[in-house]
């Protein structure tokens, strides 16, 4: 009896879980980021009486992003849902300081 060498077996099957990899690699920097960015608007104390819409959106749009990663789903689909909650912390974190200064504003014009 012939039986296929064990190296094109195994070769074809390294290709295959290669291949099947592919589409969605390990990690992605802009999502790692942007659940960096959410994560500290999030923890600001403010957030909520600032920017409650904008942490909100942040929110679900990291979390958008995990549920394409667990559906494999391509790189670039994840990408985009991380750049939408990269830009919702970055709009946040403007609206924490715009309140704070606005609040300063206000203190001062009080006294």
Same mark, same amino acid.
Not at 2 to 8: A, H, I, K, R
Not at 61 to 72: F, G, N
């Given at each position: ?6 190296? &094109? ?15 969605? &690699?390990?990690?992605? $920097? ?14 600001? &104390? ?19 992003? $995990? ?6 789903? &391509? ?35 009080? $006294?």
């Amino acid at each position: 009896m012939n039986f296929p060498t064990p190296l &094109p077996v195994l070769a074809s099957a390294a290709f295959v879980l290669l291949a099947g990899c592919s589409s969605t &690699p390990q990690r992605i $920097d802009e999502l790692e980021n942007a659940r960096v960015a959410v994560e500290q608007v999030q923890a600001q &104390p403010d957030a909520g009486k600032y920017a409650a819409t904008e942490v909100t959106a942040a929110h679900e749009s990291l979390l958008e992003a $995990d549920r394409l990663v667990e559906q494999r789903k &391509p790189a670039k689909e994840i990408r985009d849902q991380a750049y939408l909650a990269q830009r919702h912390a970055d709009t946040a974190a403007q609206q924490i300081v715009r309140g704070h200064a606005e609040q300063k504003a206000s203190e001062a014009e009080a $006294d």
